[in-house]
């Protein structure tokens, strides 16, 4: 068979100098095949999305050779045959999109490739339809959700009818829901003939794959079956982590150590973990002091809040409609549901910057109805780190982008030991940082340098709007242990997060909203542990809580209710020793 | 209302998606038609003939479904600013010297000439204003992007860029929605951080630093999309063709043909009616 697509030595670096020590890519060779299903995984940093683009000619190697279909990538007359084949969605669904209706986009390149009107108005149908976008087809593209963004993005390439398409990073600013989609789409694509290549960091997908291709510092380290890939030890060394279930069945194997090895998805993992020697009654959960609800000190009152965005115009639309909310004292609670649910406009009205239309929002002594109540004051008390907050630096240090805030609110001391606390509070070394341009930082010190930077405000209350989006495994899991600790420390937390694992380790209350409306509210135990509920609003309950479930339909001694790895493992512990070894 | 919601204040691609019989005929026609009544606004002498164009305005509204209400809206910032002119208007109008005097305040006396004059102007920025506002609701950009690229074929014929000024136009129109959204988030995240939007410092520098951390990450945003924006341009194969298509292809109609003559009647109305 030949390959589709075949790069042989290809090194590449930015500067286009062949004696660059550390070219983006390293002496990369590799073939991807007709209706092939591969994933190239990588940290920040790793050159998958330089190879990405060595694919349909964007970049073209500084040495070795790339052919689509034969096709040099170095001949710039057939750029627009490779571009028709080798088709590409990107990360950021909104700046891919040229024209100003979703029709009109999807035709932008049959229209490049000169195709009779006719020929493109089927294309674009059938493309359109193929992404459900039908209801839509009208509509002005900033208008669409960043999911329906990404799947007209994916219809402006199927309408060019290509033999492979590559995603690059596309998922990643997608809630659950979108990635769900994007990934049946992905499946369609191959029934239908076409080859995928998916540039992703999301273990859980790459699990899907039947090919896994690792990059690490520009060199292929890997090339196999994602399910041997899980198995290698020097994952961590590459930047990744294993997929939830994978790293839970293996911490289970301790336990357990007759669990297979090679476990994928959660359906291998539930199905594999065995029966007790002696079942027992499982009994119910011990309670985390959430009974005595009624002594609780509230620092947060939302009640039937409203919220319209573009109110009085005909292009007005309803974010948030009754919802309500109580944060108690010392706990962290977490604001859950699809895009677009309402999460990050109920937020923004938690620091002030949004003021209640309808309802009332109490937070800490001031009623944001209440129009002498200033923003500045209550910023004070609550501090909001927005979405992708490093897309917002302006400083060229570190040091002055986190003094920014105490510079402009005050600050009762010296501002350099202001700075060196915040810094502390996130696990940033003061002497090592406070001199590093912002953009030379990673993904996650970014994010920790944007945390300190509204730290340094010494505000009580921590608004956090999807903290750990965006990130590669690495940088997530610093970023989640640094946020981890201040919970334990005692900081009142709101966060709203698509990583129902992340909220299983960080959260202790929980609201799930659907359509700006409540949905589920209580203790973030209490609402995982009703999975069909959880499941109907387009999200997915996290691992542990389904592994505690299955082995308390064995008969182990599990209590309900467990939701983190952490806590099923001890308690799984304990009762192998009561009930014996596993049969 | 929210101090934050710029693109409330983003008059392009305030296009109403609404489906009148207006939206749907061809472009050119209406493109074609809209300048024709407002050109007749800007240059009729009469105030007969701006009453006309006023109506024929207000009757587009109707046809294309904009709600007055809306289109309204549109002239309440300006209208402090009109009738400031319009007083200016019946200060300054050189009036002939026969007519009688209605009115003496100080060293000028008013007459019948002077009041017409400042109504003339106001009606006529209320006319130009709803005019402009119904066309900017009526025709997409991706409807003006085309109709533009059919008028400006001639144009390329004779060796200039048309086609790549049109997609110029095209993506710059595309990016100001995305521009105003952008501005509200880093504007808000700013604001979560202590910056504050509401005093108007004196001095220059001051002010200079105030807009500083809105403007750096805009700026820098918006070089990162423009770029992205190229790249995926690129990977779906633009400019590899010579001769690029459209899935639109536009044919004059009856009722093209219609709205066209309507409005050289009326801007004939406007224009020569005393």
């Known amino acids: 068979m030949t390959a589709l697509i075949a790069l042989d030595k290809v090194t590449f670096s930015y500067d286009g100098d062949p004696k660059n020590p550390h070219p983006a890519l390293k002496d990369v060779s590799l073939q991807f095949h007709e209706g092939e299903f591969a994933v190239i995984l990588g940290a920040n940093g790793s050159g998958k999305t330089t190879l990405a683009r060595h694919l349909n000619g964007l970049l073209i190697p500084t040495q070795g050779q790339v052919t689509v279909t034969n096709l040099d990538t170095r001949d710039r007359s057939c750029h627009g045959i490779i571009r028709q084949r080798v088709g590409m969605v990107f990360q950021h669904p909104e700046d891919q999109i040229v024209a100003t209706t979703v029709e009109e986009d999807v035709a932008f390149g049959p229209e490049n490739l000169g195709l009779p009107p006719s020929e493109i108005r089927q294309r674009v149908d059938a493309a359109i339809e193929a992404v459900g976008l039908e209801a839509h087809r009208h509509r002005?593209?900033?208008?669409?959700?960043?999911?329906?963004?990404?799947?007209?993005?994916?219809?402006?390439?199927?309408?060019?009818?290509?033999?492979?398409?590559?995603?690059?990073?596309?998922?990643?600013?997608?809630?659950?829901?979108?990635?769900?989609?994007?990934?049946?789409?992905?499946?369609?694509?191959?029934?239908?003939?076409?080859?995928?290549?998916?540039?992703?960091?999301?273990?859980?997908?790459?699990?899907?794959?039947?090919?896994?291709?690792?990059?690490?510092?520009?060199?292929?380290?890997?090339?196999?079956?994602?399910?041997?890939?899980?198995?290698?030890?020097?994952?961590?060394?590459?930047?990744?982590?294993?997929?939830?279930?994978?790293?839970?069945?293996?911490?289970?194997?301790?336990?357990?150590?007759?669990?297979?090895?090679?476990?994928?998805?959660?359906?291998?993992?539930?199905?594999?973990?065995?029966?007790?020697?002696?079942?027992?009654?499982?009994?119910?959960?011990?309670?985390?002091?959430?009974?005595?609800?009624?002594?609780?000190?509230?620092?947060?009152?939302?009640?039937?809040?409203?919220?319209?965005?573009?109110?009085?115009?005909?292009?007005?639309?309803?974010?948030?409609?009754?919802?309500?909310?109580?944060?108690?004292?010392?706990?962290?609670?977490?604001?859950?549901g699809v895009t677009g649910s309402g999460k990050s406009t109920l937020l923004q009205h938690l620091n002030g910057i949004l003021r209640p239309q309808a309802g009332k929002v109490r937070v800490g002594p001031y009623q944001l109805d209440d129009p002498a109540v200033s923003t500045r004051q209550v910023i004070r008390l609550a501090g909001l780190v927005m979405q992708n907050p490093e897309s917002q630096f302006f400083e060229q240090f570190v040091g002055d982008e986190i003094a920014y805030g105490p510079r402009q609110l005050g600050c009762d001391e010296p501002l350099v030991s202001r700075v060196r606390w915040a810094m502390e509070q996130v696990g940033l070394d003061f002497l090592a940082f406070k001199d590093r341009f912002t953009d030379t930082l990673s993904g996650g010190e970014k994010r920790k340098v944007a945390l300190a930077s509204i730290l340094a405000i010494k505000p009580r209350i921590l608004l956090l709007d999807e903290p750990t989006a965006g990130l590669d495994p690495r940088s997530r899991k610093e970023v989640l242990l640094t946020l981890r600790r201040m919970v334990n420390e005692g900081m009142e937390i709101v966060l709203s997060s698509h990583q129902m694992e992340d909220v299983a380790i960080l959260a202790h209350d929980l609201t799930a909203f659907r359509k700006g409306r409540n949905a589920l509210q209580g203790m973030a135990a209490d609402v995982f542990w009703q999975f069909e509920a959880v499941r109907e609003l387009g999200l997915e309950p996290p691992v542990a809580a389904l592994v505690a479930a299955r082995l308390r339909t064995l008969g182990w001694g599990v209590p309900s209710r467990v939701i983190t790895a952490e806590l099923l493992l001890d308690h799984l512990e304990r009762c192998v020793e009561v009930q014996g070894e596993p049969v | 209302m929210s101090q934050f919601e710029f693109l409330r204040s983003v008059p392009f691609g305030q296009y109403l998606p609404v489906g009148s019989i207006l939206h749907r005929l061809d472009p050119r026609a209406r493109m074609v038609a809209f300048t024709i009544i407002i050109l007749a606004l800007t240059f009729s002498r009469s105030l007969m003939g701006l009453l006309i164009g006023c109506a024929v305005v207000l009757v587009g509204l109707r046809v294309g479904k904009i709600p007055y209400r809306f289109a309204f809206q549109g002239l309440l910032p300006p209208l402090p600013f009109l009738f400031l002119l319009a007083i200016l208007q019946i200060f300054l109008n050189a009036s002939p010297p026969n007519e009688s005097i209605l009115a003496v305040i100080g060293p000028v006396r008013i007459t019948l000439s002077d009041l017409a004059a400042g109504a003339k102007l106001l009606i006529r920025f209320t006319g130009l204003i709803l005019g402009i506002g119904l066309a900017t609701y009526t025709i997409s950009t991706g409807e003006m992007t085309q109709g533009l690229n059919v008028m400006f074929r001639p144009l390329a014929k004779m060796g200039l860029p048309a086609q790549d000024l049109v997609m110029m136009a095209q993506v710059t129109l595309r990016f100001l929605p995305l521009l105003a959204q952008t501005a509200e988030r880093i504007a808000k995240s700013q604001a979560s951080r202590g910056?504050?939007?509401?005093?108007?410092?004196?001095?220059?520098?001051?002010?200079?630093?105030?807009?500083?951390?809105?403007?750096?990450?805009?700026?820098?945003?918006?070089?990162?999309?423009?770029?992205?924006m190229a790249l995926a341009m690129d990977a779906r194969a633009y400019g590899s063709s010579v001769q690029r298509t459209s899935l639109v292809e536009l044919r004059l109609k009856a009722a093209d043909g219609l709205l066209l003559g309507i409005s050289f009647l009326a801007g004939a109305a406007i224009l020569i009616l005393k």
């Open chain 2, 195 to 228: 910056a504050d939007w509401d005093s108007r410092p004196g001095n220059l520098i001051a002010r200079v630093r105030q807009v500083i951390p809105v403007i750096v990450p805009l700026f820098l945003s918006s070089l990162h999309r423009a770029e992205n």
């Open chain 1, 140 to 336: 002005p593209p900033h208008m669409l959700s960043a999911g329906q963004m990404q799947r007209l993005a994916l219809a402006g390439v199927l309408a060019m009818r290509p033999r492979v398409v590559v995603f690059d990073e596309a998922t990643t600013m997608l809630d659950p829901a979108g990635r769900r989609m994007a990934l049946a789409l992905m499946s369609e694509l191959r029934a239908a003939g076409m080859a995928v290549l998916f540039v992703t960091h999301n273990m859980e997908e790459a699990a899907l794959a039947d090919r896994a291709v690792v990059l690490s510092n520009g060199s292929v380290v890997f090339d196999g079956t994602p399910r041997e890939l899980f198995r290698k030890q020097s994952l961590e060394d590459w930047g990744l982590e294993p997929p939830p279930v994978v790293e839970l069945g293996g911490q289970l194997r301790h336990v357990f150590p007759h669990l297979p090895e090679d476990l994928l998805t959660v359906e291998e993992l539930l199905g594999s973990l065995p029966s007790p020697q002696r079942p027992c009654e499982p009994p119910e959960y011990i309670s985390d002091g959430g009974a005595d609800q009624q002594e609780r000190e509230w620092v947060i009152e939302v009640q039937e809040l409203n919220h319209t965005y573009m109110l009085g115009t005909p292009l007005a639309h309803l974010a948030l409609q009754n919802a309500s909310l109580q944060v108690a004292a010392g706990r962290a609670h977490a604001l859950v």
